[in-house]
């Protein structure tokens, strides 16, 4: 993500939306308790702070029929946004969610969710193929196999794709403890710790 610039509003991430990729319970539960907790906690400390800057949030559901629908407690932190169904790995596959993201004039996705080594991996490559820029918040997706999130993330940065922590991306957008939101944000990097 690039560095914010000292002259861009405080308050603004113009052309920025977060995408919430595939976090449905039964994706959680297949991951190690550990790593599911953490996962939890990281995603909803994003949607929380992509509401309170008022940056769009998109959800998509792997197969909903079968995988069932979003945990709803991270429903519920972005419970009017837009979710899309998909089957395809790729979230930028799914024609009615890339013409949601071209409508609302988005240019740069902040992914969170789940699988790192699949979903995550495709849509961070096919947002950089549909000439999105793309970062991931690093402790916001997992993987059931430690080994393979590392892997994958390392070969997204060598392509082209940010990784950085929630807290860094947020911080980045916030730019100084003066921004209206500061206090904020960080009531909620306490509460979703």
Same mark, same amino acid.
């Given at each position: ?5 000292? *002259? ?54 792997? $197969? ?5 629908? *979003? ?10 946004? /837009?979710?899309? /169904? ?29 699988? *790192?080594? $699949? ?21 916001? $997706? ?6 393979? #999130? ?29 921004? /209206? ?10 509460? #979703?710790?």
């Amino acid at each position: 993500m690039p560095s914010p610039r000292k *002259t861009a509003p405080a308050s603004a991430a113009p052309g920025a939306a977060l995408l919430a990729v595939d976090l449905q319970s039964n994706l959680l539960a297949a991951l190690p308790a550990p790593a599911a907790s953490a996962v939890r906690a990281r995603a909803g400390l994003a949607l929380a702070a992509a509401q309170a800057l008022g940056i769009p949030v998109f959800f998509t559901e792997q $197969v909903p029929a079968k995988l069932g629908p *979003t945990a709803p407690a991270l429903r519920a932190l972005a419970s009017t946004a /837009p979710v899309f /169904p998909k089957n395809a790995f790729s979230a930028l596959a799914e024609d009615a969610l890339l013409a949601a993201l071209r409508a609302a004039q988005i240019e740069h996705l902040l992914l969170i969710g789940l699988e *790192t080594p $699949v979903c995550i991996y495709q849509s961070a490559l096919g947002a950089l193929a549909e000439g999105f820029q793309a970062t991931i918040l690093s402790d916001a $997706v997992g993987a059931r196999r430690p080994d393979d #999130h590392a892997a994958c993330l390392a070969a997204l940065r060598h392509s082209g794709v940010t990784v950085l922590p929630t807290e860094t991306v947020f911080y980045a957008l916030l730019h100084d403890a003066a921004h /209206p939101q500061f206090k904020a944000f960080t009531h909620l990097v306490k509460s #979703h710790a």
